[in-house]
């Protein structure tokens, strides 16, 4: 093992990626955080601009909502051939708004929309298909024949993180149309130029105008957005900011589904293999530079393999390559803004105040918004480190005297996204998930099921509620909505005027057959029944 490594630089960068000062003439600016060179502008939406896309929206929301889903899903399939065919493109422009190696935009971006797009119109259909309710006896008796339909909001509001800009810009809008809605989506102000290539591959599509739409801008264009008339909100980014979002949809009681940040937990079991987990648990903390609502960012590992296993996943980390993400042999690149690499740097600073060890990385480059993958150790809940979303390089490592420790030091967590635990033993591994509070639980693996479109995506507490993909997801985007037939049309309800007491009696004698008094007592209300039913046949 390395010596400790306790020095955190201060940064010398001077960067212009700040919110203030990266709006110019109402443009925004999109920066390369690895070289700090400009990417490209985007115009940024005026609140008359966001007004008058959202009267688009509602305008287009009868055309689109009645043409009939299998058009709609024919009309979205066409998506992947135009993403495939703009795969290089699309790539590199993720790589150089996010920082990120090219490789993690293809697999950790473009194959889950591609994914999606698959999954998502194979499987609509049945998924916003009516169904009918469990049979109920009573319900029957009187005449009554019902079904649960899925209808649509109307319009729908995505926001989306800088994290995985072309993954969210995709997906909670793909769901949201295939189930009838328009949607209008509002990128990071971090990655615009990944939700203008969204907007031009939707273009493509032809789709009736205002079906889909896009604007610009930072946190007061999505406040914009969801001041204005929309029906739901889909919202991906962090806890604080959805409580602004959730601020302002409380004015209209607009609904709201919230993908949040997460401090998952990765249980590493004393019969983990230790190569293979430490090389797991690396990747898990340390793609995207732990820019991850998903990232590992707490490891409870056995006391009895420990210093193994902290040996291995520090060589891990000191083996991998920072650099620009355009580069195939790079594996790490830089943070996507100063604002979170100000945010790693302070967690890292105060848990090293706080007597925690760094024993590799920690340090920023003098180039470009890098910083050295950390791996600490001596660290405990008393460091936001242990506490907060550090959204970052670190990987905080504790040893844990047993299972039930390391369950309850996990759960410990006002976040619950996801976690994972690293154990060749599958049955163990799959009792010890079942005790965790996190919305999805990866067994020797992490995260994976966030490219899995089948599942729903999600976590509980400060990592938000509802969920996106999955049937789960859809339904997200639809409210269920009931539609009951009349069997007897021509024949007075038996709870219609005229009251009297033979209806009364009749009522009365029905209660009995809704508790669990004796058979008897049934067999007698029967009789009653009988003789207070009192049928009018009108016209
Ligand atoms: P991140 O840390 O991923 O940038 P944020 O929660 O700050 O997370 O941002 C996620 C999205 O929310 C971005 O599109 C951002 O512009 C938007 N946003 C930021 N502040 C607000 C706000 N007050 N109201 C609505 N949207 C906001």
Not at 10 to 27: C, H, L, M, Q, V
Request: proline share 6%.
């Amino acid at each position: 093992m390395s010596e400790p490594e306790v020095v955190i630089k201060a940064s010398s960068i001077s960067f212009p990626r700040d919110r203030k000062i990266s709006f110019t003439n109402g443009e925004l600016i999109s920066y390369d955080p690895a070289t700090l060179q400009e990417n490209g502008r985007v115009k940024v939406s005026s609140e008359e601009d966001v007004q008058v896309a959202v009267a688009h929206a509602h305008q287009a929301f009868p055309l689109w909502s009645s043409i009939p889903l299998g058009e709609r899903i024919s009309n979205l399939k066409r998506l992947s051939n135009l993403i495939y065919d703009d795969v290089e493109e699309i790539a590199a422009l993720v790589s150089r708004e996010c920082g990120k190696p090219k490789i993690e935009a293809l697999t950790s971006e473009i194959l889950p929309v591609l994914n999606m797009i698959s999954v998502y119109t194979s499987q609509a259909e049945k998924w916003l298909a009516a169904e009918k309710p469990p049979f109920f006896w009573l319900a029957w008796l009187l005449g009554k024949s019902a079904k649960i339909t899925y209808k649509p909001f109307g319009v729908v509001g995505v926001i989306t993180p800088w994290n995985y800009p072309f993954y969210y810009d995709f997906g909670p809008a793909l769901m949201a149309l295939l189930a009838g809605n328009t949607v209008i989506l509002k990128p990071s102000e971090y990655t615009p130029l990944v939700g203008k290539k969204a907007q031009e591959l939707f273009a493509k599509l032809n789709l009736p105008p205002g079906t889909f739409q896009v604007i610009h801008g930072a946190g007061d264009v999505g406040q914009a957005l969801i001041r204005a008339r929309v029906d739901k909100i889909a919202f991906t980014g962090s806890p604080k900011t959805a409580r602004a979002v959730l601020a302002t949809a409380a004015e209209r009681l607009t609904p709201v589904v919230m993908e949040l940040g997460g401090k998952d937990a990765a249980i590493v079991l004393e019969d983990a293999p230790l190569e293979t987990t430490a090389a797991g648990v690396a990747w898990a903390g340390l793609t995207s530079a732990g820019q991850v609502c998903a990232s590992v960012e707490r490891v409870y590992v056995s006391e009895k393999i420990a210093k193994p296993f902290i040996d291995r996943l520090v060589n891990n980390v000191q083996g991998l390559r920072m650099g620009q993400g355009l580069d195939p042999e790079v594996d790490m690149g830089p943070l996507t803004n100063e604002r979170q690499l100000e945010i790693v740097k302070g967690h890292l600073r105060q848990a090293v105040e706080h007597g925690a060890q760094v024993l590799t990385g920690g340090k920023t480059k003098d180039q470009g918004l890098f910083f050295e993958p950390a791996v600490l150790v001596g660290v405990d809940r008393s460091m936001s480190l242990m506490r907060e979303e550090t959204f970052g390089p670190a990987l905080p490592v504790v040893a844990v005297k047993d299972e039930e420790e390391a369950v309850r030091l996990a759960n410990d967590s006002s976040f619950g996204l996801t976690a994972s635990v690293w154990s060749l033993n599958r049955e163990r591994a799959e009792k010890v998930a079942q005790r965790l509070r996190a919305g999805a639980v990866t067994i020797n693996d992490h995260a994976v099921s966030a490219g899995l479109p089948n599942m729903p995506w999600g976590g509980i507490g400060e990592s938000g509620f509802g969920r996106i993909h999955g049937r789960q997801g859809m339904q997200e985007f639809v409210y269920p909505s009931v539609i009951v037939g009349e069997r007897f049309p021509r024949w007075k309800r038996l709870w219609w005027y005229p009251y009297n007491q033979k209806s009364y009696q009749f009522f009365r004698s029905l209660l009995v057959f809704l508790t669990n008094k004796p058979l008897l007592d049934k067999i007698r209300a029967i009789s009653h029944l009988w003789r207070n039913l009192d049928l009018r046949r009108l016209h």
